[in-house]
């Protein structure tokens, strides 16, 4: 295990604020160490310093709660491909590379502090019309459902998603498409999802647009950046449902529509 | 207090059913009168949120992450057991629910554990029924594993997050009844207290994580789903967030936390690598079916390169000490036995604790592309996070801390001893007695949420008059006014040393003396050292920042300050039980070949604690397990 020695540029910021970057020194830090374990390291000297520590988001730190968010060196998650923050080791990096960190920028994820932002925009979307309708207990028994394995499998590669939002951090546009076409996705591809595929992708969408995201100009780079691999392939499964639903709503007309935003 | 558990009269087959038939019901209009407080959005949280709502109540939700799709419920990795007997290899119900209570090693109440086992295939078809992707075969139908305590396929999963899948169901079933309007959602706000109205919990006090805001909630019921408590040992494979504060304040405020000293450590984790380390990742169960485990035999072997350690001067002690499970031995023996051999100073790797688990025998049989189809992601893991290659050399593997048995006491109906307050899931004791099968969390999480608490908290509700308290009750200003004394008291300390600090301090002794096995001087000496760090705390830790803003220190400092309670209470009861089980182990009570002697005499109890005002004299209150169905035996994997 050697010691690396790095010069940091994090972004401090509170609520409601104007926020700037900080130059904190890193130094002898533990190869094997995590990036967040890095940053845990610089919090003890800072609060040790009588400094206020670096707040940012992060919890099961083995890369599925989707929790935690920087933007390292210019890229959500940091440089390694398919790797949240938190699984990203600081054997990754040299000593005297200087490593910029900050929070996942977007208009609809606003600032709580330093790295933290809020991603309700994301539980918003959700809400709006992500789930199958069926009451506790109403379920007929599972196998009465067959589903082919490869429709299994293409909706579990959807269901991978972690809604981290490093697909909007990472899109020039701020679209959350990646996102919303995942867990549109999974369910519309499924049997289960198919009586309320249309109200779903209008709700989902309509709701996206309302909380501030930007259109998709089909540059890839949420593919890119997504720590679980969610093909684009979705947003293009998405914009497909999405012009059949609109499609269908304008015969039927006003009425229908009412319901379907409710 | 006697401890009335509430079981049905009938036989056991029946208990559930007869209860159900027996259970008052209030008519739809009475429902939405009442409003009910669930705290944690887990499994169990999001799962009775959601049903809740859906019967009708008015329901208001409550978790500490930024969104309820974060509970660690989501980090499951391995499957959920049901029986469904879908793979016609003789499951059923009884054989569910007697695998449970043998793995439990006969620590469980079995009324419960039989209600677990009914409605497990109910959970299956309401998870597929809301779109989770199992696994399937090219028929269509469901696949299954076999997991560890079970000599059937029972287990269905989704990939390696089998969690994350069953969370985002229940998520989704929580946002239907968001979208609804029967459930408010607050995320990223913290349960401080709950609060006690004439002898019930009628609410709770929360402190919003965002603007600091520090708030009263009223409820007619409140329900804690805020999981287990086994960060109290600082690393686990728990989240960091994972915390005891809402058991252990509702145990301050007259609820009965049984069994503490029951505690799950798993045998596959990533071992320590530094003093920076922050948390111990688990690798999967299943990597024990072609890895092989072994240490050198001789101490003086340690240092070397494993590929230079030749055959005769490996001991594969698994293999050695139990030739028919070998490497699949139960998880708390296998956990042992690392620990025995890394204490003879055979153990490898940076400070002496770690085995190998090796897979080079595997793929020379089956090749690499083969192994790598079975594991290539745990694979990955590893070597993202030890830089090695467990193709090119075994792993190193050493148990740790994964998941708490003990909890707070309740009855049949998941109600507390304190009237109102229910627990559910990993928060309660009462389904996996000292030791919890794999795949088993995620199907108590969910029974209790979806199929349980639905029904057994009506008898509850029907003897209180809706909204009959609200926090303008002179309890609510108090506990309002203490939370915020308290909250101020941590940064007006100013001392010297972090939160982080305490709690590895605190984690370490844990660990040494009430962790993989304890004994009689350990746990003194730990019940000695406990009380002192503790001061220490109060008088010498450090909160920067404000309390009117997002504070990551000042949350940690709170769970901290009730783990720091809370560790005195699991090594009590971790001294007062002689006896060894499951995940206890007392090293004073073993059969000379090192297995784990019960002694059913006068053990055969849950030990529910009281709290008296005074933590180093808890009260004992004892509730008697009868068993009716399964016969007391000795566990063996020989």
């Given amino acids: ?262 | 207090m006697a401890l009335d558990s509430k079981i049905p009269s009938g036989p056991m087959a029946m208990k559930w059913s007869n209860h159900k038939q027996d259970s008052k019901l209030i008519n739809p209009k009475n429902k939405r009168k009442y409003t009910v407080l669930v705290v944690g959005s887990g499994l169990a949280g999001s799962s009775a949120a959601a049903t809740l709502s859906e019967l009708g109540y008015q329901v208001k939700c409550f978790c500490f992450q930024d969104s309820p799709r974060r509970a660690h419920s989501i980090a499951a990795q391995g499957g959920i057991n049901a029986a469904k007997n879908y793979q016609n290899d003789g499951d059923s119900v009884h054989r569910l629910f007697y695998d449970t209570v043998k793995g439990g090693d006969f620590r469980a109440r079995e009324a419960n554990v039989h209600r677990l086992a009914e409605v497990s295939v109910n959970i299956i078809d309401q998870c597929v029924a809301q779109g989770v992707p199992f696994a399937r075969e090219y028929g269509g139908g469901l696949a299954n594993r076999s997991f560890g305590g079970a000599q059937v396929s029972r287990t269905f999963y989704a990939r390696g997050q089998t969690g994350q899948q069953l969370l985002l169901g229940a998520y989704s079933a929580l946002n239907k009844e968001i979208n609804r309007g029967g459930v408010k959602m607050y995320p990223r706000t913290e349960m401080l207290d709950v609060v006690v109205v004439d002898g019930h919990a009628k609410g709770i006090i929360t402190r919003n994580l965002v603007t600091g805001k520090i708030e009263a909630h009223a409820g007619d019921a409140v329900l804690l789903c805020t999981g287990g408590y086994g960060n109290v040992f600082y690393l686990s494979t728990n989240a960091m967030g994972c915390n005891v504060t809402a058991t252990w304040r509702a145990h301050k405020k007259g609820a009965y936390f049984a069994n503490p000293c029951y505690t799950q450590i798993h045998p596959t984790c990533i071992p320590v690598s530094g003093d920076y380390q922050s948390k111990l990742t688990l690798m999967s169960e299943s990597l024990r079916n072609d890895g092989r485990v072994w240490v050198p035999k001789k101490a003086s072997d340690v240092g070397k390169p494993p590929a230079q350690i030749p055959e005769e001067d490996r001991d594969y002690y698994l293999e050695r000490k139990y030739p028919s499970f070998g490497n699949l031995a139960p998880r708390d023996i296998s956990s042992r036995a690392a620990k025995e051999a890394c204490d003879e100073g055979r153990g490898v790797g940076p400070g002496g604790r770690g085995v190998y688990l090796d897979f080079a025998e595997s793929i020379q049989l089956f090749g690499q592309k083969t192994i790598a189809e079975r594991y290539g992601n745990l694979f990955d893991m590893y070597e993202r996070i030890t830089g090695e290659s467990a193709y090119k050399q075994p792993m190193r593997i050493y148990p740790a801390v994964h998941y708490t048995m003990g909890g707070l006491w309740v009855d049949y109906n998941l109600m507390s001893n304190l009237p109102g307050l229910h627990v559910l899931g990993e928060a309660n004791f009462s389904d996996h007695g000292a030791n919890r099968l794999g795949a088993s969390a995620l199907m108590q999480g969910l029974a209790d949420g979806y199929f349980v608490i639905p029904t057994t908290i009506a008898p509850y509700l029907v003897t209180q008059k809706p909204a009959s308290v609200t926090t303008d009750h002179p309890e609510f200003k108090k506990a309002l006014e203490e939370a915020t004394q308290r909250t101020r008291k941590f940064l007006d300390i100013k001392g010297k040393r972090s939160v982080d600090s305490f709690h590895r301090e605190l984690g370490l002794l844990v660990w040494d003396k009430c962790g993989m096995a304890r004994d009689k001087a350990g746990l003194e000496e730990a019940l000695r050292k406990i009380p002192a760090l503790r001061e220490e705390f109060w008088s010498s830790v450090i909160v920067p920042g404000s309390g009117e803003a997002c504070n990551p220190e000042l949350e940690k400092a709170g769970r901290v300050a009730d783990f720091m309670e809370f560790a005195e209470l699991l090594c009590q009861d971790a001294l007062h039980r002689e006896e060894s089980c499951g995940g206890h182990f007392r090293t004073e009570h073993q059969y000379p070949d090192g297995e784990a002697r019960r002694d059913d005499d006068n053990f055969c109890y849950s030990a529910a604690w009281e709290y008296t005002g005074d933590l180093s004299k808890p009260n004992l209150n004892k509730e008697p397990l009868n068993f009716e169905e399964v016969h007391l035996t000795v566990r063996s994997y020989k």
């Fill in chain 1, 1 to 262: 295990m050697s010691l690396l020695n790095l010069q940091l540029k994090v972004w401090r910021q509170n609520r409601g604020q104007s926020g700037h970057f900080q130059d904190i020194e890193a130094k002898d830090i533990p190869d094997h160490a995590s990036f967040l374990e890095m940053m845990d390291i610089v919090n003890e000297r800072l609060i040790a310093k009588g400094e206020e520590p670096v707040a940012f988001d992060h919890d099961c730190r083995e890369g599925i709660c989707g929790m935690c968010s920087m933007t390292i060196n210019g890229v959500p998650h940091g440089p390694e491909k398919a790797t949240t923050t938190c699984q990203l080791h600081m054997r990754k990096f040299r000593t005297g590379d200087t490593i910029w960190i900050e929070p996942f920028r977007a208009t609809a994820f606003p600032v709580i502090k330093d790295l933290v932002v809020d991603r309700g925009a994301f539980d918003r979307i959700q809400q709006a019309g992500g789930f199958v309708t069926v009451r506790t207990g109403s379920a007929p028994d599972a196998n009465a459902i067959l589903i082919g394995k490869e429709v299994a499998d293409a909706a579990m590669d959807a269901a991978a998603c972690i809604g981290c939002g490093a697909c909007v951090a990472a899109c020039k546009n701020a679209s959350a498409m990646l996102f919303v076409s995942a867990k549109a996705g999974q369910l519309n591809s499924l049997p289960q999802g198919q009586p309320e595929k249309d109200r779903r992708t209008l709700a989902m969408v309509r709701q996206m647009d309302k909380e501030g995201f930007g259109n998709c100009t089909n540059h890839y780079e949420c593919e890119a950046a997504c720590p679980k691999e969610i093909s684009v392939r979705w947003i293009t499964k998405l914009n497909r449902d999405y012009a059949v639903a609109a499609v269908k709503e304008s015969f039927v007309g006003q009425q229908e529509r009412a319901e379907g935003g409710e």
